[in-house]
Structures are given as structure tokens and as C-alpha cells.
């Protein structure tokens, strides 16, 4: 029996599903959108959904200078550098996640850094900051990580990580606006303090009393060694 192959048929037309993938998309983007104005008000960056949306407009406009300034003056700055010596202090990473799993920072050649467009900044994200608190190995101090991201319609993230050079930060200070500075400096204000609500939460959940039921994965592991040296110890009794 022939199989049935509809684009074998008259009149098929591979256009015809592009409006419902249109459509698809458009929807998704505005519950994206509305995700990100509840954010910025529950976050109180904002009191209303009018606000919100001035706001979200602002952190976009200043993605789209960082972009920008990355792409060229940054651009600019690296490559004389690397003309002069091996490597460069302008560092700035490239990840990109498929949804699924990390794929890892690709290297940040020139080319990378000139298909950074500010068209394809992911505008539903009303996130500049990214920190994240680890534990150092070898000393177990705690360590804040800050980078400065910009997220991308491929869902790759453009970063300028943390410490970065003295002459980046400088140079970036002077590139953007008083305001766009303040807003840079009220959103890292903002993310701080969402970490530290953050850590002081797990830090009060793992103080908490644990039932046998809530205990961590290992933790089993440990009991059964204990309850066989309390076995072990009434068998020599006897």
C-alpha cells in the first residue's frame, strides 16, 4: 500500500503552517512578557503594570548599549591588546543552552563577539545581574560570583564576568549614561539582596528539624551504620 505523503498532494504548501508556529510564538513571548512585568512588580521595582513595563523598556535599552559597547569599543580594546601580548584582560563568555543542557562557553573570537545583535536580546528577561554564592575548596570561604548578563533569543547568555579588569570597569562607567549607570548599580542593589533572602531560606531549611522522610539522600546510609554498631554492641553484650 502507497503511503500517504501530503506534500505530494495539490495545493500543499509549507506556508500554511507557518502562521500557527507564528501564532505559537507570539503567544509564548507574551506570557514571557507578563511573567517578567509580575517579576518587576513583585519584586518592587515597580507598583503597577504601566510601571513595569517603563521599566522592563529601560533594563532592555541598557542591554542593547552593553551589547553594543561589547561588540565595538570592547571589540576595539581586545583586539589591540592581543596584537601586544598572548592574551587579553577584556574577557567577556558566551554560553549556550538548548533548553535541555548547558553546551558550555564557546570561545569569544571576534566573530562571536560581531554576531551579537541587539535584536536578538531576549526582551521578556528582566534580568542584568547574575549571582551566585559558592564555597571555595581549598579555604571554604564563601565567595560571590557577579557577572553581567544579556540574554539571548537562542537562549544563549552574552556574560561580562565577575572581577573584571579595572580598565573594563572604568571604561564601561564612563560609556554609559549617569541613568543607565544608576540602573546598572540599583539592579546588582536588587540581586544582592535577593541572594542573601535566598541563602538565609536554605540556610534555615537545613537547620530544621528533619523527619525520616525529608532527609537528605545519604543521610539512610549513615543510619544503617549506626544501627549496626547498635546491634553490633547488643550482641556482645549478650
Known sequence: MAKFNPEGEPGFSPETNRPLERGWKGEKEEEDR????GFIVESG???TPEEAEAYLMKINQLKEKLVNFLNTELLDLREVEL?????SNYLVGYENDDGMARKGRLENDAS???SWNSA????SDPHIWSLTR????DSGAGRVRTDIIIRMKDRGVVSIPDQPTEDMAWRLKEYLDPEELELLKAEHVVERQAL???LRKEADKLEKPRHAFESPFWEPLAWSKRSEAKNLGSEESD
Open 34 to 37: 507578563q511573567r517578567a512585568l
Open 45 to 47: 521595582r515597580a507598583k
Open 83 to 87: 596584537s601586544n601580548q598572548d592574551r
Open 112 to 114: 562571536i563577539m560581531r
Open 120 to 123: 536578538d536580546i531576549e526582551k
Open 134 to 137: 559558592g564555597i571555595e575548596s
Open 196 to 198: 542573601i533572602k535566598k
